[in-house]
């Protein structure tokens, strides 16, 4: 057998580039995740040491505990705001996101199952067209008559209004990617049912959205993400610390405090606030990934 040639200089020169530009680029990723782990498990001490310690000498678990419980030991600390409401804002939250999720599928699945079947490609393309160009639009043109509205109609600090809010925002994106889910489904198999008597409403739920289910789950996990780490909207709706989001309760961690900030409460808070989106992400992954988009859809 043939020997390969050995590489030369200039091709082992491309991959140490390639090499060192993936490394900045990973150290770059994972820099502030690492940093947020480490320094949530770290005393005050050493978060405050110079050169700062990326490995605790005495690590501790006292800051997650004491988010978990809402019972600091420093009084001074109990008092803050963010740590007060922390675990209220953590349920208003997931309350937020399964509200958005349930409003925004309810009404995304039926007008993108229409789009995709129901309407000629050119109406297609120009309510596409038109729900990107509305979502396009920047934020703070649109919240200033999104508040009076709020207000005229008393619900601000409520949970109603940061749903149907949310939803409404997100719904432009939810029926995009639906609609391109749904267009990989074969007509063939919803002609089938059509023909078996099935109504277009009976084709959508038990056949369309179960051969479109990664489809659905990342639409899910996009809507999650995109409501779960939304600050804007929490803290424009919202003024009372008890109906806030977890967002805009980490943000009030240091409020009060013109020195020693706790920063390990405060990265503690954070990494709380990045495990859930990460972990449904870790759950989804397996659904979207893997399987293929249509498997099993003829067995």
């Not at 390990?264 to 954070?270: H, Q, Y």
């Amino acid at each position: 057998m043939a020997r390969r040639p050995a590489a030369s200089g200039g091709a082992w020169l491309r991959r140490g580039a390639l090499a060192g530009a993936t490394g900045l680029l990973v150290a770059w990723l994972a820099g502030p995740p690492l940093w947020l782990l480490v320094s949530s498990v770290s005393p005050e001490g050493e978060l405050l040491a110079r050169p700062p310690h990326w490995i605790p000498g005495r690590p501790t678990v006292e800051n997650l505990a004491s988010l978990v419980s809402g019972s600091p030991r420093e009084r001074r600390i109990a008092e803050l705001t963010g740590v007060k409401y922390f675990r209220q804002g953590l349920l208003t939250s997931g309350v937020i996101c399964a509200g958005v999720i349930v409003l925004s599928i309810g009404a995304a699945a039926p007008m993108a199952y229409s789009l995709a079947r129901l309407v000629s490609r050119r109406v297609r393309t120009w309510v596409l067209a038109s729900l990107l160009a509305f979502r396009m639009l920047p934020l703070t043109t649109v919240i200033i008559p999104i508040y009076v509205v709020a207000q005229a109609v008393g619900a601000l600090n409520t949970l109603t209004a940061l749903v149907v809010v949310y939803a409404g925002l997100l719904l432009p994106f939810a029926v995009w990617l639906l609609v391109t889910y749904f267009q990989t489904v074969p007509e063939e198999v919803e002609e089938a049912a059509r023909i078996d008597g099935c109504s277009w409403s009976q084709v959508l739920l038990r056949i369309t959205l179960p051969l479109a289910r990664p489809g659905l789950f990342a639409t899910v996990a996009f809507l999650f993400i995109s409501t779960w780490t939304d600050l804007f909207i929490g803290l424009v709706l919202t003024t009372e610390p008890a109906k806030q989001p977890l967002s805009v309760v980490v943000s009030l961690f240091a409020s009060g405090l013109a020195t020693d900030t706790p920063w390990g409460l405060v990265n503690a808070a954070g990494l709380i606030a990045t495990a859930v989106p990460l972990a449904l992400g870790l759950v989804f992954r397996r659904y979207i990934l893997t399987g293929g988009l249509l498997g099993g859809a003829f067995r």
